[in-house]
């Protein structure tokens, strides 16, 4: 029952609003729904073909997500690092007189 609720939790107003915060648009609970009737269309199989559709609905799954974009995509690998970064402490910035005691 794992796969129907996360489906249910996708569809709650707050995970709504979380997906519309961070990407701008609503939550599309397609593919949560798509796992949950796989599982359900697999439950009558034989163990050992059960085992062997699945390996291959898992190994379709990677394949797709390495060919879409990721999070990663986003950022670019410094080949030299920043300049004056962090900057230098200068001793103005360092008040002596004020300790905690």
């Not at 599309?28 to 559709?53: A, Q």
């Amino acid at each position: 029952m794992k796969l129907f609720d996360d489906f249910l939790a996708c569809n709650i107003l707050g995970s709504q609003l979380r997906s519309l915060y961070r990407f701008g648009h609503m939550a599309t609970c397609s593919g949560k729904l798509d796992d949950f009737k796989f599982c359900m269309s697999i439950k009558s199989m034989h163990p050992e073909e059960k085992r062997d559709v699945w390996i291959r609905r898992r190994a379709e799954w990677w394949a797709q997500r390495r060919r879409e974009k990721s999070s990663e995509d986003v950022w670019d690998i410094r080949t030299e690092p920043l300049t004056n970064f962090p900057p230098p402490r200068m001793s103005a910035d360092v008040d002596t007189a004020s300790t905690i005691d």
